[in-house]
């Protein structure tokens, strides 16, 4: 049987803050057993004929000062409604600049104090099994959650005194959505419980039956 296709989006010519260079090979050795990833910045891909043959999308797109249009938002609503898989990696929640899409993903960005190394807590569910918590040097994303998605979050970071949502996931449809905010830069995707955390979220948005325990 031909291995399962994931397509991963993000920014190679004119990235502003996070370029897909050494991310998308980094992914690419966490999913290798698991999906062939083809990657691209073609934004064109979201259109729904171009995303019916992928059974996994992950976005890193870089669209802070720009939307999709109309058609390839409704090409990304459609793939995941169907029954397609959605991760949405750090900088890719810029898609939830339009209203549609911050309701497909749940949340929209606000903003984000400074850089700093953050503890992320991990919550229990088939995402996070045999995931500990751990700590990473990252961007603590804010954000302003869709009342109408019922999410259940992954993964929390302190900070302040109190404690954020980090990764999140829900069903959309037929279609299963994850959110993971750790991924500013390429050390991100090298951290062992990050690549565990990856190559989980994969496994549970694109419903790939678990390997058994022998």
Known sequence: MDKRKCLLLGEYTHPRFHPLQGVDQQLGEILHELLTVQCSENKKLLLGEHLAGY???????????????????????????????????????S???????????????????????????????????????FELDEEPYRYEFDPFTEKTVLLEYEADGEKWPAAWCHSYGLGRVVFLMPGHHEPTFRHPEMRKLILRAATWAARIPAEPVL
């Open 95 to 133: 898609l939830a600049s339009r209203y549609e899409l911050a309701q497909l993903i749940g949340a929209r960005f606000t903003g984000h104090p400074p850089y700093a190394p953050l503890k992320f807590t991990v919550s229990e569910h088939d995402i996070t099994e045999g995931v500990q918590d």
């Open 55 to 93: 059974d996994l999308c992950i976005a890193y797109n870089e669209l802070w000062n720009e939307t999709v249009s109309p058609q390839q938002t409704a090409g990304l609503l459609s793939y995941v409604s169907g029954g397609g898989g959605l991760i949405v990696l750090h900088t890719g929640i």
